[in-house]
């Protein structure tokens, strides 16, 4: 459960950035006077980001660690959000938009990475169904932040960003989230694979008191 929550705010704040600029668009065309051509050259600065993103961020949790590259990616998006509120013309929004689609699609590579390698198999379906409704939450917040702030100025659109900025607290919240044993056991660090798991079953011991029967497949 503590993983569950951990990963829904993950992606409540992925799935609400991806939304920022929608929101955000009809502002900043009035207040900088550019046209739709341009805002459509932004908008598709986030998914080309997100394409680059999806084919690193897996290969980068691979080399560091799930739990490095989930706080890692969450700083990125985060830093590269704030960088969208202080942007001052379209070229400069264009690159911040970019760079935010990378970390937006490379956490998500690394989240349900995670997913897969911590959940037990015969309920990951069921948790990975609840991580990605509660960061299905995270659009209609975003759009009702913007409602909130976008009108406050003319400037208010950048408000938005900062909101979108907000899952940089992550690494704060993350300081007791493990590392996947799996992840250990395929880099050949068998010792730190059964610290990280011997840490594991005593958590569950100290809520449950006691431990699943170990399941045995024959070969």
């Known amino acids: 459960r503590h993983i569950l929550w951990l990963l829904g705010f993950c992606f409540f704040f992925e799935l609400g950035d991806i939304n920022t600029f929608a929101f955000a668009a009809p502002a900043i065309r009035m207040q900088w006077g550019i046209s739709i051509t341009q805002i459509s050259y932004i908008t598709g ?74 959940f037990p198999a015969n309920k990951r379906g069921t948790y990975q169904g609840w991580v990605l409704f509660i960061g299905l939450v995270g659009i209609p917040a975003a759009a009702f932040v913007a409602y909130l702030v976008v009108p406050v100025a003319s400037w208010g659109w950048r408000l938005i960003f900062i909101w979108g900025s907000l899952g940089a607290i992550f690494p704060l919240l993350a300081a007791k989230l493990e590392e996947s044993p799996r992840w250990y056991e395929k880099r050949g660090r068998f010792a730190e694979a059964d610290a990280a798991l011997d840490r594991i079953e005593a958590s569950v011991m100290r809520e449950t008191k006691t431990l699943p029967p170990v399941e045995t497949r024959a070969h």
Request: aromatic share 12%; glycine share 12%.
């Open 45 to 118: 600065a986030t998914f080309f980001g997100m394409f680059a993103g999806a084919t690193l961020g897996g290969r980068f949790s691979d080399m560091v660690g799930r739990k490095r590259a989930l706080i890692v990616t969450m700083l990125w998006f985060s830093a590269a959000s704030l960088l969208n509120a202080v942007a001052w013309e379209p070229i400069g929004l264009f690159v911040a938009r970019l760079l935010t689609g990378v970390g937006l699609s490379a956490m998500t590579a690394v989240g349900i990475t995670y997913v897969a390698e911590m």
